[in-house]
């Protein structure tokens, strides 16, 4: 049987719909309450119909959690969101390679005001979120993430599909789990707060835009924030991090590839900022190989001269790569540009005799 939604509706009853197709259009609102907190949504394909380029909005109400069981298909525009200020939870199950709108998570304000995390989606697969997106040539909200939703981040999971851009809207929370990495390989668009919490790693290792998306468009202070509140951020790519004013929290790290270019960021004045108890931050080495048994240099972060006039050489606490290798030094060097790097020198432990 085929379920096709053209009006709005609602879902008050039933922990479950079962159907071979379900179909959407935009512009509808479908609403989930009353009884039956935990519902699953079953089909083969959930088609989702561009009709007015708004949007199918799906809205849950008190405690309820939806899971959709069902490759979402189409490019008309999705927003799955709670309702006034309520606790919600939203999966999308599939690999949904054959769904091309723009997906957006959001939360609804009780009386103008938002309670960070009262929205949660659940991630295990970046295909989760859409495959190609086509209904735009402005790709960078065809995952917008706003009004301060959480997603909790399940498993490993790499946003590679280069036109799925990602918006960080208002503000938005990635709670990815201990023995996980969320890996951006994607354009991500700050225009809020972006906060980094779990155990796990965020890796940054595509492009960072700001506002609109557009490449000229320059951070706004209080809408570029990276906050890292647990567990570990990582920097891949030199333009994934550059405007960024990233705090980094007790407990937390900074992870860098020993052959890349280490968090550079020299487009803001302020890129750092380490709220620990001995106002220094914790850095992890990940070695590629190509030591060699020799003495290598890591770029752990490249910063402007104004940001490095008030961040110094011990700021950065680096740990030994490996048991055999150690962190020898670091130290600051202005490169002809003007811009200034901190460049750790990583070598083999030199060997050790005891005589008794």
Known sequence: ????????????????????????????????????????????????????????????????????NAELCGDGNLTLRNMNDQIGHASLNHANTNYHGRLTLSQQALDGVFTPGRFTTY????????????????????ITLSNFMKATVTNSVDFTEPTRGMLIQGGATFD????????????????????KAGAGTLELAGTARFIDGAAGTAPLAGTNALNVTAGALK???AEAAEGLAVTFAEGTKLVVPAGASGYRNVTWDAPLTVN???????????????????????????????????????????????????????????GEDGNVSYVATVGPVGARFIVQ
């Not at 209904?135 to 960078?140: F, L, M, V």
């Not at 023995?179 to 906060?195: E, W």
């Open 1 to 68: 049987a085929t379920l096709t939604i053209a009006f709005n509706s609602s879902w008050k009853a039933g922990a479950s719909l079962t159907f071979k197709e379900v179909n959407m259009y935009e512009g509808l609102s479908f609403g989930l309450w009353a009884s039956d907190n935990t519902r699953t949504l079953n089909a083969e394909r959930f088609n989702v119909h561009s009709v007015s380029g708004s949007a199918v909005l799906i809205q849950l109400g008190q405690s309820k959690a939806l899971t959709i």
């Open 123 to 142: 991630l295990g697969d970046a295909r989760n979120w859409g495959g190609q997106y086509t209904k735009s040539d402005d790709i960078h909200n065809a």
């Open 276 to 334: 620990t108890a001995s106002d220094t931050l914790p850095v992890e080495i990940e070695l590629d190989g190509s030591e060699a048994g020799g003495n290598i240099e890591v770029t752990i972060c490249t910063f402007n001269a104004t940001a490095a006039q008030n961040i110094q050489e011990t700021a950065f606490a680096v740990a030994n790569p490996s048991r055999t290798m150690r962190c020898k030094k670091v130290e600051k060097r202005t």
């Open 176 to 195: 990815v789990q201990a023995g996980r990495t969320m890996r951006l390989s994607n354009q991500v668009t700050y225009a809020g707060v972006l906060v």
């Open 235 to 237: 920097v891949s790519s």
